[in-house]
């Protein structure tokens, strides 16, 4: 038989991250080309440099001139870091810095990547609150693009960050607390107003969480996903599409004993033989094929700790969208993509995901406002061209009110970011201030930004 597990790790559903660029000296010059993990964004920057401390990067800026560009794990769909001027690699800005068990809080490094946080906060008696499905990312580039983790009781990573350090184009360092309306503008910057150096997060004593996987019919799920995710620490699904079935995923605490043995070899077979013949038939007869194959998947739990449950290896690469709704529109948002990936008979074998995400105070975040948000994705396998699938969905998210994850691709420009965004205007002020040369910049950030 086959589980869920099977299912998203397999090679035509899961991604992985390639490596970034870990400068081992101070200073690379030189066209060398940079690509994010999907490869579709490239550059060819002047040159790297990876600052050892925060003393390094700021003699860097005040040094030299001309565009530069942050960089963490390449994990963005959108062009935010290609740049023809020098790339900022923030590999060596890491780890844990200093730490509260009062306060249960932290101080990280804000290039330390999310796999090695959860191990390290544990050492001290600390665990993060929430994580995103994939923890190859950096902590300052989850947060500056409002990377978020499942739960309408948690907002996104950003929602965290109870104070950040920022150095300016200029080298001017800043620190921003609570008590700094700034500091909602920092959480999630896009890269745009300094370069961020350490953040200051709000954690929890460590914890264990079940996971429990079942597939269910999609209206079933979305008559009752309002209950499921109040009563649920975490509840999502992924819709399967030319199906009527979706995977459920719901997440708790527990005190139970670690179980989380990894998928037996012959599962992962069973499911590739099966994944082979779907692939091959062509959509408008695919429908029996994946409704059967989903019938066979198996109820799975698994406990371990927070963040091993949280995270998660994916193995291919591909390119994604996300907007997210109001949480009101968002079960006919993902209706009328489901409807239209069938009627246009739209050859996709990516799941959906859908999951709510609670609001925020962030100036240009998904979630900011006085609504909680619906999130919803779709992907297409990095070896495909997207832009067919992504262009015919994209504005159905528009027609719901949907918001772009800065992360994901999207098309949109400042015109309607703005209507979008109660405080564009003021992000915008604020950037302007804190890098009036534009050092910061590239096409893309010019375009969302109107500059």
């Not at 590999?91 to 959860?118: F, K, Y």
């Not at 396998?381 to 969905?393: H, V």
């Amino acid at each position: 038989m086959i589980n869920r597990r099977q299912f998203l790790a397999s090679s035509a559903l899961t991604a992985i991250y390639a490596r970034t660029f870990a400068a081992t000296s101070t200073e690379t010059p030189g066209t060398t080309p940079w690509s994010n993990w999907s490869g579709g964004q490239t550059a060819n920057p002047a040159g790297r440099f990876s600052p050892s401390s925060e003393t390094d990067l700021v003699q860097f800026l005040q040094a030299t001139t001309g565009a530069i560009r942050p960089v963490g794990a390449g994990h963005s769909f959108t062009p935010l870091v290609p740049t023809d001027g020098h790339l900022i690699v923030i590999d060596q800005l890491s780890g844990v810095l200093d730490d509260s068990r009062e306060a249960m809080t932290a101080t990280l490094g804000a290039g330390t990547r999310l796999s090695d946080i959860g191990p390290a906060l544990e050492e001290r008696g600390q665990a993060m609150l929430n994580l995103p499905d994939i923890d190859r990312q950096t902590l300052a580039g989850a947060t500056a693009t409002a990377t978020h983790g499942t739960g309408i009781s948690f907002p996104s990573l950003s929602g965290f960050v109870e104070s950040l350090r920022l150095i300016t184009p200029a080298g001017d360092i800043l620190d921003f607390s609570a008590t700094d309306d700034e500091l909602n503008a920092a959480r999630v910057s896009l890269g745009a107003l300094g370069v961020v150096t350490q953040m200051t997060l709000k954690n929890r004593p460590p914890y264990r969480l079940r996971a429990r996987n079942t597939v269910e019919k999609i209206e079933s799920v979305l008559e009752r996903f309002d209950t499921a995710a109040a009563n649920h620490r975490h509840f999502e699904m992924f819709p399967l599409t030319h199906s009527d079935y979706a995977l459920v995923l719901e997440i708790d605490e527990t005190n139970a004993d670690i179980n989380n043995p990894p998928p037996a070899p012959e599962e992962a077979a069973a499911f590739g033989q099966a994944m082979a013949g779907w692939a091959a038939t062509p959509p408008k007869d695919r429908q029996p094929l994946v409704d059967g194959l989903a019938e066979q998947i198996q109820p799975t739990e698994a406990v371990d700790t927070s963040y091993k449950i949280l995270s998660n290896v994916r193995n291919n690469r591909f390119n994604e969208m996300e907007y997210s709704v109001p949480l009101h529109a968002g079960a006919d948002c993902l209706r009328e993509i489901l409807r239209t990936i069938k009627e246009k008979e739209i050859d996709v074998v990516f799941p959906l995901e859908y999951r709510y995400v609670q609001r925020d105070d962030t100036w240009i975040g998904m979630s900011t406002g006085d609504e909680d948000h619906a999130a919803i994705s779709i992907h297409r396998t990095a070896s495909e061209d997207y832009r067919p699938y992504f262009d015919l969905i994209e504005p159905i998210f528009w027609k719901y009110g949907g918001r772009p994850h800065w992360g994901k691709i999207h098309s949109l420009s400042a015109s309607e970011l703005t209507k979008l965004y109660p405080r564009f205007g003021d992000f915008q002020a604020l950037r302007k201030r804190l890098d009036p040369a534009g050092r910061l910049l590239n096409n893309h950030l010019r375009k969302i930004l109107s500059v």
